[in-house]
T-cell receptor, first 109, second 114 residues
Framework: EDQVTQSPEALRLQEGESSSLNCSYT??????LFWYRQDPGKGPEFLFT???AGEEKEKERLKATLTKKESFLHITAPKPEDSATYLC??????????FGKGTRLSVIA | NAGVTQTPKFQVLKTGQSMTLQCAQD?????MYWYRQDPGMGLRLIYY???????DKGEVPNGYNVSRLNKREFSLRLESAAPSQTSVYFC?????????????FGPGTRLTVT
């Protein structure tokens, strides 16, 4: 059974304090690893897709990386507006995405 | 492009009432999905439609039915609502399941069953 586990559940950072969020996955024949951002009261917003180990994607202060067993979302010099829940999902391609429970990030000014 | 739209945004039902949640996408996507999201439980897949004319059960299908009306629209029906169905419901769509494409989500419907 495909599984995605995210850690930590919650993370509190000072503005400018860089950190990483972890996503461990157990998927037979990974066809895609996805990161989403979800603000309170809204639907998840797509950020990145990673397809193979070693791949990296960047957007502003966010960089996503992928290994054969896990993905990291690195946040460099975060700002309060980066506060959100970040969701990770994976698929083998034969079934819909399997989502982790998310990491709730708070960035304090 | 509006992306994925959902109606209504909010709904309050009494136990035993029925209702249909509507979802439409304008991205010409083949696959559509319904999720529910509860605190501490994450996103759980209720039903999905890989392509027009097909539907499949997800992780938590009991108490729900779906209809893929056409390529654009995918509705979720609660025949006899229960308090356990109080949740936030999200519709999503993607180009096609088998190619591992991202899903794009609607804004959600907040449903309370009393």
């Amino acid at each position: 059974e495909d599984q995605v586990t995210q850690s930590p559940e919650a993370l509190r950072l000072q503005e400018g304090e860089s950190s990483s969020l972890n996503c461990s996955y157990t998927v037979s024949g990974l066809r895609g690893l996805f990161w989403y951002r979800q603000d309170p009261g809204k639907g998840p917003e797509f950020l990145f897709t990673l397809y193979s180990a070693g791949e990296e994607k960047e957007k502003e202060r966010l960089k996503a990386t992928l290994t054969k067993k896990e993905s990291f979302l690195h946040i460099t010099a975060p700002k309060p507006e980066d506060s959100a829940t970040y969701l990770c999902a994976a698929t083998s391609g034969n079934t819909p995405l399997v989502f982790g429970k998310g990491t709730r990030l708070s960035v304090i000014a | 492009n509006a992306g994925v739209t959902q109606t209504p945004k909010f709904q309050v039902l009494k136990t035993g009432q029925s209702m249909t949640l509507q979802c439409a996408q304008d991205m010409n996507h083949n696959s559509m999905y319904w999720y529910r999201q509860d605190p501490g439980m994450g996103l759980r897949l209720i039903y999905y439609s890989a392509s027009e004319g097909t539907t499949d059960k997800g992780e938590v299908p009991n108490g729900y039915n779906v209809s893929r009306l056409n390529k654009r629209e995918f509705s979720l029906r609660l025949e006899s609502a229960a308090p356990s169905q109080t949740s936030v419901y999200f519709c999503a769509s993607s180009e096609i399941i088998r190619q591992g494409r991202p899903q794009y989500f609607g804004p959600g419907t907040r449903l309370t069953v009393t």
